[in-house]
């Protein structure tokens, strides 16, 4: 109440939700151990808890762990096999919260240590070792193997070996096993390559033995029935190299033999890219006549060796003379190739020192192109820096020249002053002077010219002032000074004075018009000349009038 005075309590309870950990990850992966971690969830910073782990896989029960951690490496898995693990958080009352869950597979371990034990011509035999961690676990495993260009076989053992058969002799297989469970997983696969052995001949026989002949066979080694092959048969006698000879038949007739001579034997067998299995060996003895029994026949023998020998020692005297004849040829011809290959020697000298000259000339060409240049930039600069020079000279001519007018216009006014007479060029009439101008200007620039030179346009005063200015003859027109241009409509004379005597204006003069006008004079052979009114703008001579005061 307002005073203070409270009623009874009324109350309740509620409990905040546990969180659950937060992103459970499973951060790796082998055949018999997995790492899984979380993230401690908010709101948990100052409360004691710690976590329950629980994996299992299908089939049997869950293994239950406990950490304070936030992960955990689960171990003694079985391998290749699916896990779900799940994680819960729990306070120290055993209160838990939800559970996360995730799955995981171990990883299949494959074959360990693939070893070749044994290679023969048709088989060989492979052996490994069972992986870690499949002691409890059903398996077996798959092996393949092939040769380059066929298809694989395929088979499958419980046993870590297995002996492959029916193999091709002198052939290189490549064998890959992997670990196969039962509900046919497989693991990666591990593979090696073995060669099998190429085998030799089989029953090398001598079949028969002559004077000079023998025959030898043997049989196709098994595991050769689809490999191209030949057989390589060498044969001598001490003392002397050994005859090679090839066939691909399984016998061979030898010719050529030396009498009662022992032969050894060897025959190969050679596959089409020259890999040569072992030898087999035999010996042969040729046959020799009995010659102590055939004293007739020895004698026919001496006879027919002294005319072979007699033939045999003409043949090499004719075959050493053409020997001779070769080599002296061949000596001829090295000779002849020597000089030519001097001479082509002496030329490539002299053709280079023939490029080392022009080189050099080139090079002084080049030198002397480049000081032309930087003369030729040089006059260009200094030229470029005279027309400057020019430029300025002229304006300071300009100047000058202007400077020369002004002093002589100041020369002639001084004159007046001092001497009271007129200047050169300029004509007396009563106590004026008067200059015609060389020049034409505007009405305004005579007028300026004028005031320069002490004077001003002139201003016709009288009859005699004006017949006097008509007889400047030498010009037709001259501006005086008369305008209407200072305020439109009265003319007046440049001192300010009105016009009072109008009577020398041309008939129809002054122009009418809302445009100002200046006056000149035009000279007329007799009389006092007339009055123009005229564009002011218009360049024309003009007389300036200095008055005497
Ligand atoms: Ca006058």
Redo the contacts with the bound molecule.
């Keep these: 109440m307002e005073n203070g005075k409270q009623s009874k309590l009324v109350s309740t309870t509620f409990t905040t939700v546990l969180p659950a950990p937060d992103q459970l990850t499973v951060d790796s992966v082998d055949t018999t151990s997995a790492a899984v971690s979380w993230s401690q969830p908010p709101g948990l910073d100052q409360t004691q808890h710690h976590y329950q782990i629980s994996y299992q896989c299908p089939g049997t029960e869950p293994h239950i762990a406990t950490t304070s951690s936030h992960s955990i490496t689960l171990s003694d898995l079985q391998c290749g096999t699916q896990f779900s693990v799940t994680v819960c958080t729990v306070l120290e009352n055993g209160k838990q919260s939800q559970l996360v869950s995730t799955t995981l597979t171990t990883i299949l371990p494959a074959p360990d240590q693939l070893t070749v034990d044994s290679v023969d011509t048709t088989s060989a035999a492979v052996s490994w070792n069972q992986p870690p961690g499949l002691n409890q676990t059903q398996h077996h495993y798959q092996i393949s193997y092939q040769c380059p260009g066929t298809k694989p076989h395929i088979t499958t053992t419980s046993s870590p070996s297995i002996t492959l058969s029916d193999l091709q002799g002198g052939t290189q297989y490549s064998v890959a096993v992997c670990t196969v469970l039962e509900n046919g997983k497989q693991s990666k696969l591990v593979s090696t390559t073995l060669t099998t052995v190429l085998p030799a001949p089989d029953q090398l026989t001598v079949d028969s033995v002559d004077t000079t002949s023998a025959a030898v066979s043997w049989s196709q080694p098994p595991g050769l029935d689809q490999s191209q092959h030949h057989y390589q048969i060498s044969y001598q006698w001490p003392g002397t190299e050994p005859h090679i000879t090839t066939t691909s038949s399984h016998s061979i007739s030898l010719s050529d033999l030396q009498r009662g001579t022992q032969y050894s034997i060897t025959v190969c067998t050679v596959l089409e890219d020259g890999k040569k299995s072992q030898l087999v060996s035999t010996t042969l003895t040729t046959v020799h006549f009995q010659w102590w029994r055939r004293p007739s026949r020895v004698a026919a023998v001496c006879v027919l060796l002294a005319v072979i020998i007699g033939l045999w020692d003409s043949y090499a005297t004719a075959e050493r003379d053409q020997l001779q004849n070769s080599l002296n040829t061949r000596t001829t011809e090295r000779d002849q190739l020597q000089n030519s290959l001097n001479t082509r020697t002496t030329e490539r000298d002299q053709l280079q020192n023939s490029l080392n000259t022009r080189t050099t000339e080139r090079d002084q060409l080049q030198n002397s192109l480049n000081t032309r240049t930087t003369e030729r930039d040089q006059l260009q600069n200094s030229l470029n820096t005279r027309a400057t020079e020019v430029d300025k000279l002229k304006k300071s001519l300009n100047t000058t020249t202007m400077e020369r007018d002004q002093l002589q216009k100041e020369i002639e006014r001084l004159n007046w002053e001092n001497k009271r007479s007129c200047p050169e060029g300029w004509r007396r009439f009563g106590c004026?002077c008067y200059y015609l101008s060389t020049e034409k200007k505007s009405w305004e620039k005579s007028r300026q010219d004028c005031l320069e030179r002490g004077a001003d346009l002139?201003?016709?005063?009288s009859e005699e002032?004006q017949t006097f200015i008509n007889g400047f003859k030498s010009v037709s027109y001259a501006w005086i000074g008369l305008t209407d241009s200072v305020t439109k409509g009265p003319w007046k004379w440049v001192d300010g004075t009105p016009l009072t005597t109008a009577r020398y204006w041309r008939i129809g003069h002054p122009l009418g018009s809302t445009l100002h006008y200046c006056a000149f004079i035009h000279h007329m052979s007799s009389g006092h000349g007339q009055w123009w009114s005229f564009d002011c703008s218009s360049s024309e001579h003009w007389i300036c009038?200095k008055?005497f005061s």
């Design positions: 004026s002139v201003i016709i005063n002032e009038e008055v």
